[in-house]
């Protein structure tokens, strides 16, 4: 009789502890839903502009007027690095915002924050344009020539300047995202070089430094309305991308790695 109680009491103990171990392990698989949702909410609110969801439980989530003035901080910011450079007033970014200066450096408190920002900024918008011409277009040409205009919109010609200044290129937010976008382009120039439609003596590095030389703003001198023949000048380079080639091109095809020892 003895020995039978301790073996019944052992094996409702385990069962208990059982019990407990899958109740701790579905508790803790439901805690880490929202920070798998919250990380897929931050890469489409950086694409937008806007700030990233908070990651820890138990913060609040910035008010709806915060996150305003935060897209409209780094839409001017944008604006501004365009017109004038980024070297721009940050008063002056304050001001096209709509917003008071403490807003600003609530935000940004550096003018190397607000620059981190923008870049990625634009780079996760053009990311997506990249995806959406693809989505948009069953010609793998027309896709890559939707994009490279849709591009030239978000100005990511302006990039460049931004990137020679005071400002961390190899911080890992802006690596990622700078992966997503050229794995995006990459695909678009495959797609169209698999249908026999762009030529094949091109890399996608040749397709972004024409993008980026193409669409480079000239900061703050007075001939900004040049601008208005960016997309026909970039229709004479999409046209010479078609195949057949006309021409031999000299030199070798600008790879990504080329880009990144430049």
């Known amino acids: 009789m003895g020995t039978g109680s301790v073996v019944k009491g052992g094996t409702a103990a385990e069962a208990a502890a059982g019990s407990t171990a899958r109740a701790a392990a579905g508790t803790a698989a439901r805690d880490a839903e929202p920070a798998k949702g919250a990380a897929r909410a931050d890469s489409v609110a950086r694409a937008k502009g806007a700030a990233p969801t908070a990651p820890c439980r138990g913060t609040p989530r910035p008010r709806a007027d915060a996150l305003r003035n935060r897209e409209r901080i780094i839409a001017a910011a944008r604006e501004l690095f365009v017109e004038f450079g980024p070297d721009v007033a940050l008063d002056d970014v304050a001001r096209r915002a709509g917003v008071g200066n403490a807003t600003l450096y609530r935000n940004f408190p550096d003018r190397a924050a607000l620059t981190h920002e923008v870049v990625l900024a634009v780079t996760s918008r053009t990311t997506l344009r990249a995806a959406e011409a693809e989505a948009a277009e069953a010609d793998p040409f027309a896709a890559l020539s939707r994009f490279v205009h849709a591009a030239a919109d978000e100005r990511i010609g302006a990039l460049c300047p931004m990137l020679s200044g005071v400002f961390d290129?190899?911080?890992?937010?802006?690596?990622?995202?700078?992966?997503?976008?050229?794995?995006?382009?990459?695909?678009?120039?495959?797609?169209?070089?698999?249908?026999?439609?762009?030529?094949?003596?091109?890399?996608?590095?040749?397709?972004?430094?024409?993008?980026?030389?193409?669409?480079?703003?000239?900061?703050?001198i007075a001939c900004q309305g040049i601008d208005r023949f960016t997309h026909r000048h970039l229709q004479l380079f999409l046209d010479g991308l078609e195949t057949p080639a006309r021409s031999e091109l000299p030199g070798s095809a600008a790879t990504l790695e080329d880009l990144r020892r430049s």
């Open 169 to 220: 290129r190899d911080h890992p937010d802006l690596l990622a995202e700078r992966g997503r976008l050229e794995e995006a382009v990459e695909g678009l120039v495959a797609r169209a070089q698999s249908a026999g439609r762009l030529r094949t003596d091109i890399a996608v590095g040749d397709v972004l430094v024409a993008l980026s030389q193409l669409t480079r703003p000239l900061p703050g």
